[in-house]
């Protein structure tokens, strides 16, 4: 690897992390020395990178920095063309037209040399042959999601017994055949998941719930991981 391209790529690594990098973690990914993961840093520093940390912690890439818009690799297409042709078959409507706008303005910018690795890529998406319709306007609920508004909706289960809860939506998970808010339920006092295509009705309340939106999701992940480690007691019998 270049070292134009290996300081590109040290960039992009912290950009990609939150929390500081370590230089070790770096060294693996880039198959480089530590001691050049160290020089690479300094360089970078003494060039203006706003980049902050130290050996032995790790370094974090200060805001206000941005890498020049679309240096992509021909991996990072293929990666970004697969995950918008996913959307185009298994997105809502307002998604899936996202995503096919997103395919023409990241093309409208690419150098001609990379375009077709964008819209030629080799990387198919089967298309599903069930899909279970929603019955309500899922871009609703992820505006609501996005403004950690409670929702109250109108819901039948599978039994066809029809409830009112009102709900936090944290989260929607898509399935290849349907789509499900995570949410916390006050009527269950519990997360659950609730399938767009039972939710016959939805108002979008005033009231934001107590929780951040972050901290409901790792409650939520927490339990999801603490119910898979639970033993199969039937092993034991």
Known sequence: MRRADRLLQVLQILRRHRRPVTGETMAEELEVSLRTVYRDINSLV??????RGEAGIGYVLGEGFDMPPL???VDELEAVM???RWVTRRGDVQLSRAARDSVAKIGAVLPE????F???AGLVV???EERAADAVDVAGLRS???ESRKVQIQYRDELERRTERTIWPIGIAYYEATRNIIAWCELRTAFRHFRTDRISHFDILKDRYPKRRKALLKEWQDELRAEQEKPDLDVFL
């Open 126 to 128: 089967p298309p599903r």
């Open 46 to 51: 003494t060039q203006g990178v706003p980049i």
């Open 71 to 73: 240096m992509f690799t």
């Open 144 to 146: 609501a999601i996005r």
């Open 113 to 116: 040399g990379l375009k077709p």
């Open 118 to 120: 964008l819209f030629d």
């Open 82 to 84: 697969l995950g918008l």
